[in-house]
């Protein structure tokens, strides 16, 4: 049983990246023959079975922008900053590993099927299990000038709409499974990235104090 407000472990904070480097991440775009479509790692029964790869493909349309050394080292740092500046105050956690940075963009139609970023069902055992190395997951947004593109924790009830410059932090755990929502106009552009943490986050968030009576 989850013992935290999921709502108070999500971290939204505006104004994270600075309008000049924003516009120096997009140069990125420029480079067309890198493009690939991104994939998600918690499939479904039907992807398992083989049935689906090719539709969830052509439903999906979310493409992978190639990102320079140099870039990534930047970002690598920001990333970094942004852990120790707004995720240890908030889960009071240690940095393990960290993931690098991906460039995600969405055009017209783009969306992100419903996952979580860490853990998967195994249907054998009837268990939670984890799957990739990572705790904490973050998202930052490029621009806001688009249609559609929300993003929805839908578990919880919460869509949120983007803005440019924003980060939005949050445990990468089933309890935060979340979709984004087809673009109906412009392009969406957003980097990803995630971080492993030495604990898993529940055991050491501060948990809420029970009033006394």
């Given at each position: 049983m989850l013992l935290h407000n999921p709502y108070d472990l999500i971290i939204i904070k505006e104004n994270v990246i600075p309008q000049e480097n924003i516009e120096e991440i997009m140069l990125l775009t420029n480079n067309t023959k890198d493009i690939a479509q991104a994939t998600i790692i918690n499939r479904t029964k039907e992807e398992e079975d083989g049935d689906s790869n090719e539709t969830n493909l052509e439903t999906r349309n979310t493409l992978w922008y190639n990102i320079t050394e140099e870039m990534a080292k930047n970002l690598e740092q920001a990333v970094a900053a942004c852990f120790v500046n707004h995720v240890v105050p908030k889960y009071n956690c240690q940095f393990k590993s960290y993931e690098p940075v991906q460039f995600l963009g969405y055009p017209v139609g783009g969306h992100?099927?419903?996952?979580?970023?860490?853990?998967?069902?195994?249907?054998?055992?009837?268990?939670?299990?984890?799957?990739?190395?990572?705790?904490?997951?973050?998202?930052?947004?490029?621009?806001?000038?688009?249609?559609?593109?929300?993003?929805?924790?839908?578990?919880?009830?919460?869509?949120?709409?983007?803005?440019?410059?924003?980060?939005?932090?949050?445990?990468?755990?089933?309890?935060?499974?979340?979709?984004?929502?087809?673009?109906?106009?412009?392009?969406?552009?957003?980097?990803?990235?995630?971080?492993?943490?030495?604990?898993?986050?529940?055991?050491?968030?501060?948990?809420?104090?029970?009033?006394?009576?």
């Amino acid at each position: 049983m989850l013992l935290h407000n999921p709502y108070d472990l999500i971290i939204i904070k505006e104004n994270v990246i600075p309008q000049e480097n924003i516009e120096e991440i997009m140069l990125l775009t420029n480079n067309t023959k890198d493009i690939a479509q991104a994939t998600i790692i918690n499939r479904t029964k039907e992807e398992e079975d083989g049935d689906s790869n090719e539709t969830n493909l052509e439903t999906r349309n979310t493409l992978w922008y190639n990102i320079t050394e140099e870039m990534a080292k930047n970002l690598e740092q920001a990333v970094a900053a942004c852990f120790v500046n707004h995720v240890v105050p908030k889960y009071n956690c240690q940095f393990k590993s960290y993931e690098p940075v991906q460039f995600l963009g969405y055009p017209v139609g783009g969306h992100y099927k419903g996952h979580n970023d860490g853990e998967s069902f195994n249907l054998k055992t009837g268990q939670w299990e984890r799957l990739m190395d990572r705790d904490v997951s973050f998202l930052f947004y490029l621009n806001d000038q688009y249609g559609g593109g929300e993003l929805e924790f839908y578990d919880l009830g919460l869509t949120i709409k983007p803005k440019k410059g924003m980060m939005i932090a949050f445990p990468s755990y089933k309890e935060f499974a979340h979709k984004v929502h087809p673009v109906t106009w412009g392009h969406r552009y957003s980097l990803v990235s995630w971080v492993a943490t030495q604990k898993n986050l529940y055991e050491t968030i501060p948990r809420p104090r029970i009033p006394e009576s």
